[in-house]
Nanobody, 121 residues
Framework: QVQLVESGGGLVQAGGSLRLSCTAS????????MGWYRQAPGKQRELVAI???????NYTDSVKGRFTISRDSAVNTVYLQMTSLKPEDTAIYYC???????????????WGRGTQVTVSS
């Protein structure tokens, strides 16, 4: 079992900043990817940013230049630094990770419970 726990969401005004954190724990041998998705009411969940074990990053076009994903591998934590926030960024943000388990070597994808980000105009 692997658990992903997010924190850092909240209510901010347009133009403000937030930093989200996600820490993975449990039966982890290695982490292939860690990333962030978001889901607004009535919308499908979409990729926001992803970071591979090799250090490659990818962002959805709408957040490029405003959001930065980073990772502290020593503590299995990924961050999403969000700046210049817009009302359309309002969503539940979910941490996602592809993990190889100890001993078994099984590879699985896990989701956090999500953290609410609300940006007021």
């Amino acid at each position: 079992q692997v658990q992903l726990v997010e924190s850092g969401g909240g209510l901010v005004q347009a133009g403000g900043s937030l930093r989200l954190s996600c820490t993975a724990s449990g039966n982890i041998f290695s982490i292939n990817t860690m990333g962030w998705y978001r889901q607004a009411p009535g919308k499908q969940r979409e990729l926001v940013a992803i970071l591979t074990s090799g250090g490659t990053t990818n962002y959805t076009d709408s957040v490029k230049g405003r959001f930065t994903i980073s990772r502290d591998s020593a503590v299995n934590t990924v961050y999403l630094q969000m700046t210049s926030l817009k009302p359309e960024d309002t969503a539940i943000y979910y941490c996602n990770s592809n993990v190889r388990a100890k001993l078994s070597g099984n590879v699985s994808t896990y989701w956090g419970r999500g953290t609410q980000v609300t940006v007021s105009s």
